[in-house]
């Protein structure tokens, strides 16, 4: 039904930019949602946004607000991330997801579709 696909990882220094997309092939439902998630090594996949997809509603883990920003563009059925003032600890694997949802879930287990993941290093 849906396939997701992330793009604009790298390595990046501290306290420098960077923007992941997630690029979407399949149709949206009206309950849409979508969100990033990132996994370290030996670390549990952890919620970082997410977005309604119809109102643009948008919702962020508590350590990257200010700094994240979460977006999409309806048009070309795309998600972006934004990331300002990058720190090594943000180093991951950044993955995105798509479920329906009456509320926006931050458990990974909310989510049914997910994309391959993107590279993110942040150096010091």
């Known amino acids: 039904q849906v396939q997701l696909v992330e793009s604009g990882g790298g390595l990046v220094q501290a306290g420098g930019s960077l923007r992941l997309s997630c690029a979407t092939s399949?149709?949206?439902?009206?309950?849409?949602?979508m969100g990033w998630f990132r996994q370290a090594p030996g670390n549990e996949r952890e919620f970082v946004a997410a977005i309604r997809w119809s109102g643009g509603s948008t919702y962020y883990a508590d350590s990257v607000k200010g700094r994240f920003t979460i977006s999409r563009d309806s048009a070309k059925n795309t998600m972006y991330l934004q990331m300002n003032s990058l720190k090594p600890e943000n180093t991951a694997v950044y993955y995105c997801a798509a479920g329906y949802s009456d509320y926006v879930p931050r458990a990974p287990s909310g989510y049914v579709y997910w994309g391959q993941g993107t590279q993110v290093t942040v150096s010091s």
């Open positions: 399949g149709r949206t439902f009206s309950r849409y949602v």
